[in-house]
């Protein structure tokens, strides 16, 4: 497990209470001595969504007393206006499926540039110079606003416009699925896994229920289906920790 002196900097973590931002939020803790993180309400179809948020943060304080120090407040900022411009299948009652321009309906347009921006004008006022995200180019289903080069256009943006010194941290950007659930494992071992499993939400259709080897989730959905294909082949691989 990662137990590196912290540094200095404080970090503010994009998180959503999914799998790949609550290993982004042990990444954090594992590296910052100041951790705190955001989450936004753009009229999200499921709750479940925002429970999971706290659900896994409790999880962390309890079963990680190393890091409790370090995890400062949560936010929720409520982008419901955003969400009404951006109607997709995750906002809006509309099935999942591919449109015109290749991309999944659940893609939001402009979702991450907007986060990003709400979140160093909050960071700055909390005094945080890193903001860590799980955008990831690796396995996603081609969402530019996850890309690296968008990314560092932005990081730029933001330090230009703001004059800031923000860096926007996305440890998950070049690993697969599989390897993120190594990640986990290094941070946090099987405690971290565990917790994850069963308390991080993924599932599209918002759906609980079951809990699978890989965690909750109605098994069919395109984010279920990522989150259990990752999980077997990591299981499949003997489980490696992930450096
Ligand atoms: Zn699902």
Redesign the pocket.
């Known amino acids: 497990m990662t137990s590196a002196p912290p540094t200095a900097d404080g970090a503010l973590v994009l998180f959503s209470g999914g799998q790949d931002s609550a290993v982004c939020l042990a990444w954090a803790l594992a590296r910052y001595g100041r951790v705190e993180t955001v989450g936004f309400d753009y009229g999200q179809r499921h709750i479940v969504e925002m429970e999971a948020r706290l659900r896994v943060r409790v999880g962390l304080l309890e079963r990680f007393p190393h890091w409790a120090g370090r995890l400062g407040e949560d936010h929720v900022l409520d982008l419901r206006s955003f969400g009404a411009v951006a109607e997709s299948a995750l906002t809006a009652d509309r099935a999942i499926e591919m449109t015109q321009r290749g991309l999944p309906s659940t893609f939001v347009p402009g979702r991450n540039l907007v986060f990003l921006v709400y979140a160093a004008a909050l960071a700055d006022r909390r005094g945080l110079t890193a903001l860590v995200g799980g955008m990831c180019e690796t396995d996603y289903s081609g969402y530019p606003d996850c890309r690296r080069e968008t990314i560092d256009a932005m990081e730029r943006t933001l330090n230009l416009g703001m004059g800031g010194a923000f860096r926007i941290e996305t440890p998950l950007m070049r690993l697969t699925k599989s390897q993120t659930w190594g990640l986990a494992a290094s941070l946090g071992g099987e405690a971290l896994v565990g917790l994850i499993v069963e308390e991080s939400h993924?599932?599209?259709?918002?759906?609980r229920g079951e809990l699978h080897p890989w965690g909750h989730?109605?098994?069919?959905?395109?984010?279920?289906?990522l989150?259990a294909a990752g999980w077997d082949a990591w299981v499949a691989a003997g489980r490696p920790v992930q450096p």
């Open positions: 993924t599932c599209y259709r918002g759906e989730g109605c098994g069919q959905c395109p984010a279920c289906e989150r």
